[in-house]
């Protein structure tokens, strides 16, 4: 695809920064994302990620750096930009005293819904969300917190958004209205982009597309997940269960790869078989040449044979572990030179 | 501007299913009801300078510091103690839309509440048409000047309770801030009453600036033209300078909460 021909992304973030005081809470971050992508936004408290969220559903201005939401810059027409989003804040803040739906009549109106359109989208906004009409007519005061979450995720969808910010859209909520918050993003997929901030790593790893992770208000790794695992962990680790004894496991398997280490072997429940976890640093091809050599050799008995892919949140260790290490030095660093500086003060009586 | 009338139905609603207003608005009207029983008892015994309709005016603008931090502490407090208030700014709403949308139901809702005390003269003009025309209700001008004179303070009035709900996110403080704001500058209009500035020469600019700002304390002198009916423009720019002035206030604080 030609560089002309290449749609337009929806987010389009560039060198972003912000300061909070003597906080550098961004510093300096780029990404964009495309047509219906759901993207994760993930990071360690305090890394920057609602500041960005914020920034981009036009609440905060950045300090420098240019943010485009639908072609549009934030900078310049923050209320057009306000048009294409839609935003659910974190811990998602609601006038209890409103009904549903005259919450959502209000939100409606507010973004410019009027007459026939605006019931139109308040029901679709209803369906999409699971909030029957029962629902619909009660105090929000009187919701629980799993269904005050889905109001939120309704206003959020109410304008037909292009992009959906949603911070922390599942905190505190049990794992069956997780699975519909899941679910409701699932049915959007394709029509709404959507922005996606949690620490609920094994939702994020479920339901987005890519992830960008944040550390210290600098991105620290970025992809799907395949990237990230390939980025991230260079040792390809599989598991063997077999009856087989260990040296004669690993003589078979050295004849293909030398450079493979058998890290541990433990027994299984089933008599006489015992579950070896074998590593290389030759990728996952060479790990699938070892199963088919390891199925032709006649004298062993393999039972299983599996590529253990490392969870998001072993990705997510390392790469805000190298981020933490880098912003230690830097500490130390820093308090080594402030300790010279102050070893060398003349002292005064 | 954007979102303003939408503000302005959310807000009135907001008022109108909110009981504190309710207890505020029926405390008040008791109290001036029964002040003004008294008041028009009394009146014939009195040299009072200003008719018993204006009188009500006056009495209704020395309650508003009781009156209006009920109606105005919780339009940006309490947003800003649940959260909410991010939630609308998340919207196509601007900064000033939002605060002249609080503020006009705040007023509007003090409209209100002073058209039911204007009721009282109502009342008595229907019970008792011969003593009310000797006090003079049926006289319109007194009526039309009496309207203007609330609408303009009432205006000045609000916009102070605004901004100081804008200021904090406790209702309380915003309440007790209002009421202060509000007792100071009735307090400095009382103690200057019936003091009159020479305006012979406003040459030297100290002079000038006194002769320009200093008159914004002469509103209760000021009350006697509107008695007779004068609208009297200079308090009319005064209170309308304020006005906007607190409202561009709450407007640069609102802004300044995005940062």
Known sequence: ?349 | MNGYWHILKHELFGLFISPSTYVASFYFLSLLGIGFRFFIEGFSNTAWILPPLSSLVVGLTFGAPALVPFLTMRSFAEERRLGTLETLMSAPVGSFGLVLGKWTAALFFFLIICALALCFPLLLWYGFPEQAVSLGFNELEHWIGGCAFLAIFGASFTAVGIFASCLTKNQMVAGMLTFTLLTLYLAAMAFTFGEHQNISSPSDLSQFLQVGLGSLNQGLNKAQHFAVGIIDLSTLLHQAVLTFLFLGLSTLQVERLKH
């Open chain 1, 1 to 349: 695809m030609s560089a002309e021909s290449k749609p337009l992304p929806i987010v389009d973030v560039i060198n972003l920064r912000k300061r909070y005081g003597l906080v550098q809470a961004l510093k300096g971050i780029s990404f964009s994302i495309g047509k219906g992508e759901i993207v994760g936004f993930l990071g360690p408290n305090g890394a920057g990620k609602s500041t960005t969220l914020r920034i981009l559903s036009g609440l905060i201005p950045a300090d420098s750096g240019e943010a485009k939401v639908c072609g549009v810059d934030l900078a310049e027409e923050e209320g057009e930009v306000r048009k294409h989003i839609g935003f659910l804040a974190e811990n998602n803040p609601l006038p209890e005293e409103l009904r549903v739906i005259e919450y959502l009549n209000f939100r409606a109106n507010l973004k410019g819904l009027e007459g026939s359109r605006k019931r139109e989208r308040i029901r679709l906004a209803l369906d999409a969300c699971d909030l029957e009409r029962r629902i619909a007519e009660r105090k929000i005061g009187n919701l629980s917190k799993g269904y005050r979450q889905r109001v939120g995720i309704a206003d959020a969808l109410l304008a037909e958004p292009r992009l959906v910010i949603l911070d922390e859209p599942t905190i505190g909520l049990d794992p069956r209205q997780s699975a519909i918050t899941r679910k409701m993003m699932e049915r959007l997929r394709g029509d709404v982009s959507f922005l996606l901030s949690s620490h609920i790593l094994s939702e994020v790893e479920a339901c987005c597309d890519r992830m960008i992770i944040l550390s210290h208000g600098q991105i620290v790794a970025e992809g799907t997940m395949n990237d990230l695992q390939k980025m991230f962990i260079n040792k390809t680790v599989f598991e063997i269960v077999s009856s087989d004894s260990k040296i004669d496991l690993q003589k078979a398997i050295r004849r293909i790869d030398q450079s493979c280490e058998l890290l541990y072997d433990d027994p299984v429940e089933v008599l006489s078989k015992r579950r070896f976890t074998f590593s290389t640093n030759r990728g996952e091809e060479k790990a699938e040449e070892i199963l088919r050599a390891l199925i032709k050799n006649e004298e062993l008995s393999i039972s299983e044979f599996q590529i253990s892919r490392p969870d998001l949140e072993t990705i997510f260790l390392r790469a805000t572990k190298k981020n933490w290490e880098v912003q230690d030095y830097l500490g130390r660093g820093k308090k080594n030179r402030s300790a010279k500086i102050e070893s060398h003060k003349p002292k005064t009586s």
